[in-house]
């Protein structure tokens, strides 16, 4: 009678099943990590404001299990405040592999730092590690246990303040207003392409706030509405469009503005050919 021979590591993740093949654990380490306030460049330039919403952003390298079956990464991680305060977090993600890329979202772990830790001015240190059921911490490469890193938190910034400044193009023929209707346009009046009525920015400027390395961004008194002669012209594909009339505005409208001092000159215009309405910074 021939006997089957089967590793008993087999027998443990299998049962009794001679079919099954044994798992290879996937390898897991982490790759780089940062914080974060919403923006960052990869040499950590970008400020770290008192006050802002904070991330612990960390890219974990895992190599694929053997069967291809995603496990959940974990991410702990050990915070110090300015003050010398620590708090332990943690934030999973469930993936198959990941290669450490920076510019990968969906395989980033972005963790929350408490907002109190972030309400001073010093020294914020993070340690972190990752571990997962299914994956085993790499030695290879000297890839370390740990990470570290510190950031200066800062409590100088900039406020910016926009001039929102509108304008609307006329002499649009009958043509180009029936193409502005089709596409959803619902500002466009006989042979005039303009702001139906102008709107502030106060829903957005939270998020342009957090977006920006500065302490606030006010909107100052926008500028009246300009009207500008639209250059009609229609491409290959049968989009309409105004010229080189939009650049003409653009330049009047940043000119006008230049008389603000100490400001950020910012305004929102409308300007692509589906007739929403855009901005230019």
Known sequence: MRKLSVPLATVMLCGLSAACTPTTPGELYIGGMELVQTTQVPSGAVPILAGKKTFLRVFPVLTPRADGAPVDVVVKATVRSPDGEQHQLQKSLVMSRSDGARDDADTSILVE???????????LGVTAAVTADGAVRSTRNGAPATRQKS??????????????????????PEAMVTWLRDQGASFVHDSTWGPADPQTLHDVLPLVTNLLPVRSV??????PVRDQKCEASQDDQGNW????????????????????PRCARRHAALHDRRGAAGAER
Request: hydrophobic share 40%.
């Open 113 to 123: 730092i408490p907002p109190d830790l972030v309400d001073t001015t010093g020294v």
């Open 151 to 172: 950031v200066i938190i800062k409590a100088t910034a900039p406020d910016i303040t926009i001039i929102p400044a509108y304008y609307r193009y006329t002499h649009v």
């Open 218 to 223: 006010v909107q100052d008194q926008a500028l």
């Open 241 to 260: 469009g105004c010229g080189d009339a939009y650049a003409s505005a653009r330049r009047a409208l940043w000119k006008e503005g230049e008389s603000a």
